[in-house]
Nanobody, 124 residues
Framework: QVQLVESGGGSVQAGGSLRLSCVRS????????MGWFRQAPGKGREGVAKLRSDGTTTYADFVKGRFTISKDNAKNTLYLQMNSLKPEDTAMYYC??????????????????WGQGTRVTVSS
C-alpha cells in the first residue's frame, strides 16, 4: 500500500511563507502524478496544484504566482512552496498521488492515494 506522509504545516502571519513536504513510500507508475489539495473549515476539498510525471504543472488560479509545486525524486519527496500567504489559504492540505488519466488536473478523479493532511493557519 502506498503511503504519503505530509509535513511542514503550521501557523504564519499573512504575507509569510511555508513549505509543505510529502514523502511517498513508492516511486513507480502508481505515484507517477502527484499534487496538493486543500480543505478549509466548512468547505469542500479543492485542488491546489498538480505535477505530472512529464514535469508539467497545473495551478489553481487562486495560488498562481504565489505557490510552487516541485519534487525531488532522489528523496521521493513532493514539495509545495507557499509564499505571500493569505488568511483564505487557511486549510488542511493533503498530498495526493495517482496514475489515472483523463481527469481534470484539479479534480480528484486522478487520485489513488491520499496523505493524512497537514494544517496551515494564516492569521491577518
Amino acid at each position: 500500500q502506498v503511503q504519503l506522509v505530509e509535513s511542514g504545516g503550521g501557523s504564519v502571519q499573512a504575507g509569510g511563507s511555508l513549505r509543505l513536504s510529502c514523502v511517498r513510500s513508492e516511486n513507480n507508475f502508481r505515484t507517477r502524478d502527484m499534487g496538493w489539495f486543500r480543505q478549509a473549515p466548512g468547505k469542500g476539498r479543492e485542488g491546489v496544484a498538480k505535477l505530472r510525471s512529464d514535469g508539467t504543472t497545473t495551478y489553481a488560479d487562486f495560488v498562481k504566482g504565489r505557490f510552487t509545486i516541485s519534487k525531488d525524486n532522489a528523496k521521493n519527496t513532493l514539495y509545495l512552496q507557499m509564499n505571500s500567504l493569505k488568511p483564505e489559504d487557511t486549510a488542511m492540505y493533503y498530498c495526493a498521488a495517482g496514475w489515472n488519466r483523463g481527469f481534470a488536473s484539479l479534480t480528484d478523479g486522478w487520485v489513488n492515494y491520499w496523505g493524512q493532511g497537514t494544517r496551515v493557519t494564516v492569521s491577518s
